[in-house]
């Protein structure tokens, strides 16, 4: 019983292997190139944030220059 049920699933993951498409070449190398321009524009964003808001903390408190 259980030796049938083994095979069964072995067999069962060897044709879902067999189902798998792998992206092209091209495919990577754009969803890469997106992937890279999405975060520099959101480490951009964060940076200005992060300025601006420091910039404000010390006018309120009277930390700046």
Do not use: H
């Amino acid at each position: 019983m259980i030796v049938l049920s083994i095979k069964k699933y072995i067999k069962e993951v060897i044709e879902e292997g067999k189902k798998i498409i792998f992206p092209s070449r091209k495919d990577v190398y754009t969803t890469s190139l997106y992937i890279t321009v999405v975060v520099v524009m959101a480490a951009a964003c964060i940076a200005l944030a992060d300025f601006t808001i420091s910039q404000v903390i010390k006018l309120i408190f009277g930390m700046g220059n």
